[in-house]
């Protein structure tokens, strides 16, 4: 699990911190640190729940859910770095020194993990087909649900180079309006709609709110 987490913390938020940008660094220190809070708390409702009171389990859903900051954190922290104007960062750049590492990670951690699955739902029995089912797993995402964002920063990365476009030629006012554009249909309707018994027609072809804290950290900095 630690191996995981520092993994993580490794291909997510990689990025140079000098100058104005040191104070990043106490972020990601509080970060990492909320979370490994959160893969404590996680198991204990996913593998303990028969042995705790319905208080106990509560408690440790509200502990975990005190935590689940760290991810957007991290994010913003990637718009920072990622899309700052005066930084040469090329496409060439993201694709080969960051999308190829995620997909290696994938590959490296995703498919060992899918093979492990597939053996135990087999009663540990093994052939030669089970390699290549793990890896189709492994790029399509069916792994270890930890491994979930692994997939989200390298959509991201991908996403970079058309965002440093975009921040380099907008305005700051128009930038506020990409925000507010994104955190209204890929956060508050989206919430708003898992809660009333209704669904708002107009929408927007972006189903993820990661892209929103990527432009909000370059923003807020």
């Known amino acids: 699990m630690t191996n995981g987490i520092l993994t993580k913390t490794k291909i997510l938020y990689a990025g140079e911190t000098t100058g104005d940008t040191a104070y990043l660094d106490t972020l990601r220190v509080f970060a990492t640190f909320a979370v490994i809070m959160i893969h404590v708390f996680s198991p204990i409702n996913l593998y303990f729940r028969d042995s705790l009171t319905d208080t106990e389990a509560y408690i440790c859903v509200v502990l975990k859910n005190l935590w689940q900051w760290c991810v957007p954190v991290f994010v913003m922290i990637t718009g920072v770095l990622f899309l700052n104007p005066e930084k040469e960062i090329t496409l060439k750049k993201i694709l080969k020194r960051h999308v190829l590492r995620i997909v290696a990670a994938i590959i490296l951690f ?24 793990a890896a189709l797993n492994a790029i399509q995402g069916k792994s270890w649900d930890s491994l979930w964002y692994l997939y989200m920063i390298a959509g991201i990365y991908l996403c970079v180079p058309l965002m440093r476009v975009f921040v380099v030629n907008a305005s700051k006012r128009i930038v506020g309006y990409m925000l507010a554009i994104l955190f209204v249909f890929t956060s508050l309707i989206p919430s708003l709609e898992s809660i009333l018994p209704y669904k708002f027609g107009i929408y927007i072809p972006i189903n993820s709110v990661y892209l929103f804290y990527l432009l909000l950290g370059y923003y807020m900095h």
Request: net charge neutral; no cysteine; charged share 10%.
């Open 110 to 133: 995703g498919t060992p993990y899918s093979f492990m699955e597939i053996s135990f739902n087999a009663n540990m029995s093994f052939n030669i087909r089970q390699i290549g089912i």
